[in-house]
């Protein structure tokens, strides 16, 4: 199973890279696929690649889903 990640692009650099953050953390990403990719535009992340742009419709249900699995997890200890 693959799982891609929606973070917000919080820096756009010239080689077709940026940086996108997710509950405070930072990564470098590439940003070749997405060309039109602004700063505060949320994408799809996947092994290092923005895959595609969230619609902020779908956004809100999606982190809803991640904070319920992270939830899930934390109880396992």
Do not use: F, N
Request: aromatic share 4%; with cysteine.
């Amino acid at each position: 199973m693959c799982i891609a990640w929606p973070m917000r692009v919080t820096a756009v650099l010239p080689d077709k890279s940026g940086t996108a953050d997710l509950d405070g953390v930072s990564r470098h990403i590439s940003l070749r696929l997405l060309p039109d990719t602004q700063v505060g535009d949320y994408v799809l992340v996947h092994a290092g690649y923005a895959i595609e742009k969230v619609d902020p419709l779908k956004l809100e249900e999606q982190l809803k889903i991640m904070d319920e699995l992270k939830a899930s997890l934390a109880g396992q200890d």
